[in-house]
């Protein structure tokens, strides 16, 4: 399995990288974390299992078992 790699491409003109860069700056996280974050929050609106979290035996098992990663 390998990572997967989205690009976002703005103009030279855009000032929206600056921005990140900024951000990510203040929070001493980089603009590719900060970006995450953003994603992440973003698609909280989507999920909609409000069903108890079920235990796992360890913490790699539990964030499978709940969706956060998938088995491998």
Known sequence: M???TIA???SQRDT???LLES???DLDITVEQLVKR???SG???FDTDSSPAIP???LEDF???NGVLKAL
Request: proline share 4%; hydrophobic share 35%; with cysteine.
């Open 2 to 4: 390998s990572d997967v």
């Open 8 to 10: 976002i491409r703005y």
């Open 16 to 18: 929206m990288p600056d």
């Open 23 to 25: 951000k990510a700056k």
């Open 38 to 40: 953003f994603i992440c």
């Open 43 to 45: 698609m909280q609106e």
């Open 56 to 58: 796992g035996e360890s």
């Open 63 to 65: 964030l499978e078992k």
